[in-house]
């Protein structure tokens, strides 16, 4: 096993050494609390969707235990319907900010679980992991509106909120597919599954009109490439049709459209949506710029505004150094991060229109 220390595979020229890499992963390790709980950074809110980031980060590093024990805090901590509520203060699961329980947090453990096992092949672990799994997806498509899109949350009253968002459908989208995976694994047909995720993917990928509409926001226009919703050619024409909106040469991805402040987890999951479909060279471009926004101790900065010169916010997220390594695993062959972002061998559902079995192409 490796460790914080020595990562691995995890440098790339230009991007990250081994010790700048382990640097990182040694700093999201100490974030951690003694329960497993990887919140923003210590004393800071924890949110589902960000631990299982930080989470697969520690994997790819090789810190395949801390990894373990942050799913097992949401074993541990997951409601009777199967949620989480959306923000924990300071990582306490006694202490919810937010009483809400959103879809694509809610989904995301699937892609963390399967990393996970893909990346250590504990099947102790996946077969203590498939209930929760399980009654996740179960929360979750309890949210699928008719046209297939995931409606965004339940609020604090268990209302379910009907608008639906592009980007957390299409993390939704990634995350039923690894459900599928996990439930192959266990042998547990999952027809319902097969037919929600189709409508799902199909929905992302051909019908922007039944979302909110938020492309001011740069992952509203790259995440259904990330999520493998969006492969081919029509990939490539969606990338390029923005790349001068959203891409700042040398300081990285501009988070809202009209603002002068690019983001370290908006680059990187570019970086990652960018080699998803082949386009290393630009993968890489992307990343380089990131330097600026590292410390020498290997934390990362959440964004930076080039108008100004400055950092901000003026605060380093454990999700934002996450995302990086796991854009250098990918860019690197870590296996078990090639599988979950490049998508080749996910279940995809079932096509709407045929009724069929699919898989990425």
Same mark, same amino acid.
């Given at each position: 096993?490796?460790?914080?220390?020595?990562?691995?595979?995890?440098? =790339?020229?230009?991007v990250?050494?081994?010790?700048?890499?382990?640097?990182?992963?040694a700093?999201?390790?100490?974030?951690?609390?003694?329960?497993?709980? =990887?919140?923003?950074?210590?004393?800071h809110?924890?949110?589902?969707?960000?631990? %299982?980031?930080?989470?697969?980060?520690?994997?790819?590093?090789?810190?395949?235990?801390?990894?373990?024990?942050?799913?097992?805090?949401?074993?541990?901590?997951?409601?009777?319907d199967?949620?989480?509520?959306?923000?924990?203060?300071?990582?306490?699961?006694?202490?919810? #900010?937010?009483?809400?329980? +959103?879809?694509?947090?809610?989904?995301?453990?699937?892609?963390?679980?399967?990393?996970?096992?893909?990346?250590?092949?504990?099947?102790?672990?996946?077969?203590?992991?498939?209930? /929760?799994?399980?009654?996740?997806?179960?929360?979750?498509?309890?949210?699928q509106?008719?046209?297939?899109?995931?409606?965004? !949350?339940?609020?604090? #009253?268990?209302?379910? &909120?009907?608008?639906?968002?592009?980007?957390g459908?299409?993390?939704?989208?990634?995350? =039923?597919?690894?459900?599928?995976?996990?439930? +192959?694994?266990?042998?547990?047909?999952?027809?319902?599954?097969? %037919?929600?995720?189709? !409508?799902?993917?199909h929905?992302?990928?051909?019908? +922007?009109?039944?979302?909110?509409?938020?492309?001011?926001?740069?992952?509203?226009?790259?995440?259904? &490439?990330?999520?493998?919703?969006?492969?081919?050619?029509?990939?490539?024409?969606?990338?390029a049709a923005?790349?001068?909106?959203? /891409?700042?040469?040398?300081?990285?991805?501009?988070?809202?459209?009209?603002?002068?402040?690019?983001?370290?987890g908006?680059?990187?999951?570019?970086?990652?949506? =960018?080699?998803?479909?082949?386009?290393?060279?630009?993968?890489?471009?992307?990343?380089r710029?990131l330097?600026?926004? !590292?410390?020498?101790?290997?934390?990362?900065? #959440?964004?930076? &505004?080039?108008?100004?010169?400055?950092?901000?916010? %003026?605060?380093?997220?454990?999700?934002?150094?996450?995302?990086?390594?796991?854009? &250098?695993?990918?860019?690197?062959?870590?296996?078990a #991060?090639?599988?979950?972002?490049?998508?080749?061998?996910?279940?995809?559902?079932?096509?709407?229109?045929?009724?069929?079995?699919?898989?990425?192409?």
């Amino acid at each position: 096993m490796t460790s914080p220390e020595h990562p691995g595979p995890l440098a =790339l020229p230009g991007v990250l050494t081994a010790e700048e890499a382990g640097a990182t992963a040694a700093w999201i390790a100490g974030q951690q609390r003694p329960d497993g709980a =990887l919140p923003w950074f210590e004393g800071h809110h924890l949110d589902p969707w960000d631990h %299982v980031e930080a989470a697969m980060a520690l994997d790819t590093a090789g810190e395949h235990d801390r990894a373990a024990a942050a799913y097992d805090w949401l074993a541990r901590h997951q409601n009777p319907d199967g949620s989480w509520y959306a923000a924990y203060a300071a990582g306490d699961p006694r202490r919810p #900010t937010d009483l809400g329980r +959103e879809s694509n947090f809610c989904a995301y453990p699937a892609v963390g679980v399967l990393h996970h096992y893909l990346a250590t092949g504990d099947e102790a672990f996946r077969r203590r992991m498939w209930p /929760v799994v399980r009654a996740a997806v179960a929360f979750v498509l309890d949210l699928q509106r008719d046209g297939g899109q995931l409606g965004w !949350r339940r609020d604090a #009253t268990g209302r379910a &909120v009907p608008d639906a968002l592009l980007t957390g459908s299409a993390s939704g989208y990634q995350a =039923l597919r690894c459900a599928l995976a996990l439930a +192959e694994l266990a042998g547990e047909a999952q027809p319902d599954w097969e %037919v929600a995720t189709g !409508r799902l993917g199909h929905a992302v990928a051909h019908h +922007e009109e039944l979302f909110l509409d938020k492309s001011r926001y740069s992952m509203d226009w790259y995440y259904p &490439v990330l999520a493998g919703a969006v492969r081919g050619e029509a990939a490539a024409e969606r990338l390029a049709a923005r790349w001068d909106e959203f /891409v700042v040469p040398g300081f990285g991805v501009r988070c809202v459209r009209e603002n002068p402040w690019v983001t370290g987890g908006e680059s990187a999951e570019l970086a990652l949506a =960018l080699w998803s479909v082949g386009q290393q060279e630009h993968a890489v471009e992307v990343l380089r710029a990131l330097s600026r926004l !590292r410390t020498p101790d290997g934390r990362y900065w #959440t964004g930076y &505004v080039y108008a100004d010169d400055a950092f901000w916010p %003026v605060e380093h997220t454990t999700w934002t150094a996450g995302s990086v390594l796991l854009a &250098v695993a990918a860019l690197t062959g870590d296996p078990a #991060t090639t599988a979950v972002f490049g998508g080749h061998d996910l279940p995809a559902g079932l096509d709407p229109d045929c009724r069929c079995p699919a898989r990425d192409a």
